[in-house]
């Protein structure tokens, strides 16, 4: 009885220390890398031939001006622009400024249905990417990250029809990217439900946010397939970026 209760014993203490150094050597996984310092993160959209999922997508749902709940609108960009700088070579949060949607051509506009007369004004918001669970399946935080009174607008032929103030939500995904070889790129994927507080419809009544057709604000989610992470240095040479 003795011997067996030491077995038992010593078993629990093996799959306690295998759990401690996984869970060690899964922290550690989870942190974006570049071969350089200081290193500068710029977003670029997906450059695989043909691809159809690079495309920034934000919905929102609610009711519509005709009572229709459930009812949604669709907005869409092409791409995505931005830098961040870290200091060091290894880090867990990235924080991009300058943001900007454009479309395929590289100018400031974006959709809604098939009319692009969509511009997206960040103001004075940065969007905050942290690593920690990006490994799983669209586990990390994005924190949009605002001064006090500002706010992203979402603007159709220049008037204000939706805000977005700063929120924290999670489904951001990191993996190492096959363009240009191994260790050369990190890739985002965003799933994120953002809370509905944080969405606010504007000039209702305006002839302008007429297309989107809704009066109150049920949920609100943003999608994206593939968002690129390029690195280099703070002279502009071409460096490694990876996440693990």
């Known amino acids: 009885m003795i011997r067996n209760l030491k077995v038992l014993i010593a078993a629990a203490?093996?799959?306690?220390?295998?759990?401690a150094l996984s869970a060690t050597a899964h922290a550690a996984e989870e942190k974006f890398h570049c071969s350089v310092a200081p290193c500068r993160a710029t977003l670029a959209p997906d450059e695989t031939a043909g691809t159809t999922t690079a495309h920034h997508v934000f919905v929102?749902?609610?009711?519509s001006n005709g009572g229709v709940k459930g009812s949604s609108v669709s907005f869409t960009c092409?791409?995505?622009s931005g830098e961040a700088t870290s200091a060091l070579a290894t880090t867990t949060e990235l924080t991009f400024t300058k943001l900007k949607y454009?479309?395929?051509?590289?100018?400031d506009k974006c959709k809604v249905g098939a009319s692009e007369t969509v511009t997206v004004d960040f103001t004075e918001c940065d969007y905050k990417f942290t690593s920690t669970g990006g490994g799983t399946a669209e586990g990390s935080e994005?924190?949009?990250l605002c001064p006090p009174g500002q706010a992203i607008?979402?603007?159709i032929n220049g008037?204000?029809?939706?805000?977005?103030?700063?929120?924290?939500?999670?489904a951001i995904g990191y993996h190492d990217s096959n363009i240009g070889g191994a260790k050369k790129i990190v890739t985002a994927t965003a799933n994120v439900a953002l809370p509905p507080a944080a969405v606010t419809l504007e000039n209702i009544g305006n002839a302008n946010c007429a297309a989107v057709g809704l009066k109150t604000v049920e949920s609100a989610t943003y999608t994206t397939g593939n968002t690129l992470v390029k690195a280099e240095t703070e002279a502009g040479v071409t460096a490694n970026a990876w996440f693990e």
Do not use: Y
């Open 153 to 155: 607008h979402i603007k």
């Open 78 to 80: 092409n791409q995505l």
């Open 159 to 170: 008037t204000s029809c939706i805000t977005i103030d700063a929120l924290t939500a999670k």
């Open 13 to 19: 203490m093996a799959l306690m220390a295998f759990g």
């Open 102 to 107: 454009l479309n395929s051509a590289g100018e």
């Open 142 to 144: 994005v924190h949009v």
């Open 60 to 63: 929102v749902k609610g009711e």
